[in-house]
């Protein structure tokens, strides 16, 4: 039973998941129709949703094994294949013991890592250390997908993590395995606009045109209202359309966030009441007090100059000109070299996303903690 029918993390059912029936049709008619899909959005917006929605589909999961493969904290190629495996196996195991042990037949590299149960399941015992021989390993995962007994539809998620490892010929080697893959199709995800842009449209890239490239934008104000009245309805609770929309406005309708401030509401309105305007200051104090300790750790550990241009672009929502005299003076920042300096490192860190000159802070309640 689920307590909060705004669900924050994971997949629950169709119910829980609002709309996006038409992006779920067309990359179903993708990945059934032989393409590759290159998926790219902003964080946040519903890109794994989407996927796990259409593996949720009835027919998909009874014609194809789905594996979804987050590879957004993973460094290089050994922890990929870690990665691959682990997940792999998660997404095997809920179809028996025979599937499973198919797959582990397949990872002769690893077979001292995986021990079974007197049932017969396999329990992955394996460290990244363990992983010795990543590319034997990356042959074998490659050799079970085009060996599976069902056609296999492989997803990985932050795809472009692949191109900050330091070994520049994984995208060239995934690549190949990909082009020799006649069991599986794969959507590959993404959100950093601009590095999977260049993955799959620069000529010089191994995985240029490759796929079909696909974007999502966010809900529509319009259906979002009416997932959440309903979900607020059946619970015996109202919520004005008025609410919901101010909500979408202000965190420009990423998913993530209204869902986020949507489920703080449903837990603060009682049964038989109503949820105004006069909850949103509340709900989002919760969740910025919630946060606080660990909005005020990444501040005490960044630098001076990364902390004050940090504050800048908060207040400002949207920067442009970093480096000009005028926001240098508003913000009373130093000079338009250490301006450089600065943003240079916040980019990296993923604190701020960059996109056409405009600097925003990647965490939208981040933001809004560091305006207060």
């Known amino acids: 039973m689920v307590n ?48 796990e929605n259409l593996f949720h589909q009835k027919d998909i999961a009874r014609k194809y094994y789905t594996f979804l493969i987050d590879i957004y ?62 590319r034997t390993t990356l042959d074998e995962i490659f050799d079970y ?11 990985i998620d932050e795809f472009q993590t692949v191109a900050s490892y330091r070994d ?12 020799n893959c006649r069991n599986a199709n794969f959507i590959f995800s993404g959100s950093q606009r601009t590095m999977m842009g260049e993955i799959f449209s620069s000529p010089s890239r191994p995985f240029f045109q490759s796929t079909s490239m696909m974007s999502i934008q966010s809900i529509p104000i319009e259906k979002y209202i009416q997932f959440a009245q309903m979900h607020f309805n059946e619970a015996g609770k109202d919520i004005s359309s008025d609410v919901i929309t101010e909500v979408y406005d202000r965190f420009e309708g990423i998913t993530w966030y209204v869902q986020r401030v949507m489920n703080e509401f449903f837990s603060l309105t009682p049964q038989h009441s109503k949820c105004g ?15 606080e300790f660990t909005y005020q750790s990444i501040l005490f550990q960044l630098p001076p100059k990364q902390k004050e ?11 442009q000109n970093l480096t000009s005299s005028a926001f240098i003076k508003k913000y009373r920042l130093t000079s338009s070299s250490s301006v450089q300096s600065a943003i ?14 405009i600097y925003e802070v990647y965490d939208k309640f981040f933001e809004e903690w560091l305006r207060k």
Not at 145 to 155: E, G, H, T, Y
Not at 168 to 179: D, F, N, P, S, W
Request: charged share 25%; proline share 4%.
């Open 4 to 51: 909060n029918p705004f669900i924050l993390y994971g997949y629950e059912s169709e119910k829980y998941f609002c709309d996006r029936k038409e992006e779920t049709a067309n990359l179903k008619r993708l990945v059934t129709n032989g393409n590759n899909v290159a998926l790219i959005a902003p964080r946040r917006i519903g890109k794994t949703g989407l996927i």
């Open 73 to 134: 904290a993973t460094k290089n190629i050994e922890e990929l294949v870690m990665t691959m495996g682990t997940s792999m196996l998660a997404s095997l195991k809920p179809r028996g013991t025979k599937v499973m042990q198919h797959f582990i037949s397949f990872l002769s590299s690893l077979r001292t890592g995986v021990t079974f149960d007197a049932l017969g399941n396999p329990s992955w015992n394996i460290e990244v250390g363990d992983i010795r021989l990543p």
């Open 145 to 155: 997908i085009n060996a599976a007994d069902k056609p296999c539809l492989v997803a």
């Open 168 to 179: 520049g010929k994984v995208e060239a080697l995934l690549r190949t395995y990909i082009q």
């Open 277 to 291: 305007k006069e909850m949103l200051e509340p709900a989002i104090k919760n969740i910025l007090c919630a946060n």
């Open 309 to 319: 241009l940090l504050v800048a672009i908060a207040k400002e929502r949207k920067a």
């Open 344 to 357: 240079k490192g916040l980019l990296e860190k993923n604190f701020v996303t960059s996109a056409l000159g």
